[in-house]
Nanobody
């Protein structure tokens, strides 16, 4: 079992930045692929970014590549998502995700955080 708690969401103007954090507890953190998904009102939960267990490889959705950066600190059992050049279409609830296998879609993820709201005003 892995427990995930997100923080860092909020309201920001277009072009601004936010940094999300996810703290994990439970089983061996370094054994899990970690990532972020987001869900806007009326839309499906979509993949944003993933980082491999050792942190050597990262993967991004096309819509955020070049603007968002995912990172992890295995010593602190945490990951972060640095979001720059934010756009109104980035507005969503952002969820931290964890699984022992690589994932790209919602159904592949075993563990979720409770979500944190990000709102980007135009």
């Amino acid at each position: 079992q892995v427990q995930l708690v997100e923080s860092g969401g909020g309201l920001v103007q277009a072009g601004g930045s936010l940094r999300l954090a996810c703290a994990a507890s439970g089983r061996t953190f370094s054994g899990y692929h970690m990532g972020w998904f987001r869900q806007a009102p009326g839309k499906e939960r979509e993949f944003v970014a993933r980082i491999t267990r050792g942190g050597m490889n990262t993967y991004y959705a096309d819509s955020v590549r070049g603007r968002f950066t995912i990172s992890r600190d295995n010593a602190k059992n945490s990951i972060a998502l640095q979001m720059n050049s934010l756009k109104p279409e980035d507005t969503a609830v952002y969820y931290c995700a964890a699984d022992q296998r690589p994932f790209r879609i919602r159904d592949e993820v075993d563990y979720w955080g409770q979500g944190t709201q990000v709102t980007v005003s135009s």
